[in-house]
T-cell receptor
Framework: SQQGEEDPQALSIQEGENATMNCSYK?????LQWYRQNSGRGLVHLIL?????REKHSGRLRVTLDTSKKSSSLLITASRAADTASYFC???????????FGAGTRLFVKA | EPEVTQTPSHQVTQMGQEVILRCVPI?????FYWYRQILGQKVEFLVS????????KSEIFDDQFSVERPDGSNFTLKIRSTKLEDSAMYFC??????????????FGPGTRLTVL
């Protein structure tokens, strides 16, 4: 079944460093999204990249998509303590109604 | 900024009882979704809903679950006879257009369901 899996499961960095999280999936997709979740809270949509796109930027976020490898990466540049959260990738199936989330990467940014 | 709201924020119920979780999607949105997240686990898709019909549902969404848009603003998830394993955070989401067209679905803050 279609599945987004993040790597690493947890990441601890110093403020100011860059954080890179990776996601792999198994089947063809319409698009791939990245979300952020603060502990016990709702999900915040960060960025979406479509299957015909290779790279996308939004502020300090950079997302890449390699459909041949069925993988994506999220780069957060110049991290801040406030970036501490869990980050999930999610894929939309080609039918267009079902979003499948990965297990997430827990990012901890030390001040 | 418009937001998706959910009530209650926390629901405690006894096993076997029925619960209804309520959501108010963003007013001009036409597509609605329910997800759940068991503590410490990934977010799981339950169901999508458009034009008063279920568009797609997951294997989790069995006969114990139902969804309804009873009026122009609310979107509800009903669990008929709760089980211990239904304990989770339930998230509602909405989007203006189909997810293959729009860039964003907006999530509510969630309802934490605890089944005792």
């Amino acid at each position: 079944s279609q599945q987004g899996e993040e790597d690493p499961q947890a990441l601890s960095i110093q403020e100011g460093e860059n954080a890179t999280m990776n996601c792999s999936y198994k089947t063809s997709i319409n698009n791939l999204q990245w979300y952020r979740q603060n502990s016990g809270r709702g999900l915040v949509h960060l960025i979406l990249i479509r299957s015909n796109e290779r790279e996308k930027h939004s502020g300090r976020l950079r997302v890449t998509l390699d459909t041949s490898k069925k993988s994506s990466s999220l780069l957060i540049t110049a991290s801040r303590a406030a970036d501490t959260a869990s980050y999930f990738c999610a894929t939309l199936n080609t039918g267009g109604f079902k979003t499948i989330f990965g297990a997430g990467t827990r990012l901890f940014v030390k001040a | 900024e418009p937001e998706v709201t959910q009530t209650p924020s926390h629901q405690v119920t006894q096993m076997g009882q029925e619960v209804i979780l309520r959501c108010v999607p963003i007013s001009n949105h036409l597509y609605f979704y329910w997800y759940r997240q068991i503590l410490g686990q990934k977010v799981e898709f339950l169901v999508s809903f458009y034009n008063n019909e279920i568009s797609e549902k997951s294997e989790i969404f069995d006969d114990q679950f139902s969804v309804e848009r009873p009026d122009g603003s609310n979107f509800t998830l009903k669990i008929r006879s709760t089980k211990l394993e239904d304990s989770a955070m339930y998230f509602c989401a909405s989007s203006e257009l189909a997810l293959g067209i729009t860039d964003t679905q907006y999530f509510g803050p969630g309802t934490r369901l605890t089944v005792l």
